[in-house]
């Protein structure tokens, strides 16, 4: 099975990309991979994203992964930029492409506000995908841009 093989058209079907990528085939032990770096996560909570169910994860949590499985935030997040590939892995997680100070700005911002600003911060985070995403839809990108 190779990378034309799997839609990365949603978040999900990117997430579930990045789980083929990095060799992990159910939900559970992909979550499993997850919690020993120090996340609270679910398998079930990894296939609710991935069905759509749930819409996407939150900042932190997209955050952490996009740093533990070596991943641009900005490729799983929009599709925009290179997709991870299995060549990709690095012993160091800050040499991979996509991980900078933004990464971790970003997660200092949410511990450094209340739980009424995070909440904001996540639901502007998730109207912004979500119209990014519908942008992209109504006018795909030419190969002239």
């Known amino acids: 099975m190779g990378r034309n093989d799997h839609p990365t058209d949603t978040y999900g079907q ?12 159910e939900n ?10 120090g996340m609270s996560i679910t398998g079930s909570a990894i296939g609710q994203v991935i ?5 996407m994860m939150n900042a932190v949590n997209h955050s952490r992964v996009c740093a533990i499985m070596q991943c641009s935030p900005l490729w799983l997040a929009c599709n925009e930029g290179p997709a991870p590939t299995k060549e990709d892995v690095t012993t160091n997680i800050l040499d991979f492409p996509g991980y900078d100070s ?15 600003g995070r909440a904001r911060c996540l639901e502007a985070v998730a109207v912004a995908l979500s119209n990014y995403e ?12």
């Open 134 to 145: 519908v942008s992209q839809k109504r006018s795909p990108k030419t190969s002239g841009e």
């Open 51 to 55: 069905s759509g169910t749930t819409k």
């Open 102 to 116: 933004s990464t971790e700005r970003v997660l200092e911002l949410m511990r450094a506000t209340d739980a009424k």
């Open 28 to 37: 559970e032990d992909f979550a499993r991979a997850l919690r020993k770096a």
């Open 14 to 25: 990117r997430l579930a990309y990045l789980m083929w990528v990095r060799g992990y085939v």
